[in-house]
C-alpha cells in the first residue's frame, strides 16, 4: 500500500519491494503464512513482475483462501500482466458463476472487467 501512494519512486520503490520481499520470507519460516501477509507479498512480487512465484503464491492462497475476493483480483492482476486475457476471462466467470463475496472495491473492480473495458480487451 505504501509503494502505490506515489510518496517514492523509480529504484527507490524497488529497493523497498526488495526489502519487503526478504522480510516477509524471514516472517514465514519464523512464524507460518498468515493471510495479510501472503496477499501483500503476492501484490509486492507483481509489482516485481516476479510472476512465477507470484503463481506460486496465490495458489498456496487458493487452497486456504479459495472464496476470498482479494485472491481473485490478485488473479486478475497476474492475468492482466502476462497479458493470459483468455484466463482472465475464465477467473470472472468463476467469480460469477460460483458467488463468492465481493467486497465494494472487488465489486466495482470486476464490474469494471464485465463491462465495456472487458468487451474491449478481451473480446
Keep these: 500500500e505504501f509503494m502505490k501512494t506515489g510518496l517514492v519512486s523509480g529504484s527507490l ?3 523497498y519491494a526488495e526489502q519487503i520481499a526478504a522480510l516477509l520470507a524471514e516472517y514465514y519460516e519464523k512464524f507460518g503464512i498468515a493471510r495479510s501477509f501472503l496477499f501483500a507479498e503476492i501484490e509486492n512480487l507483481l509489482y516485481l513482475k516476479r510472476y512465477e512465484l507470484a503463481e506460486e503464491r496465490l495458489k498456496i ?3 486456504r483462501y479459495a472464496n476470498d475476493a482479494e485472491l481473485y483480483r490478485l488473479y486478475g492482476e497476474l492475468y492482466f500482466d502476462k497479458k493470459e486475457y483468455g484466463s482472465l476471462k475464465k477467473m470472472i466467470e468463476k467469480v460469477k458463476s460460483e458467488h463468492i463475496y465481493l467486497d465494494r472495491e472487488s465489486r466495482e473492480w ?3 472487467w464485465d463491462e465495456s473495458e472487458q468487451q474491449r480487451i478481451l473480446g
Excluded: G, M, P, V
Design 110 to 112: 470486476l464490474r469494471f
Design 13 to 15: 520503490t524497488e529497493i
Design 61 to 63: 492462497a487458493e487452497t
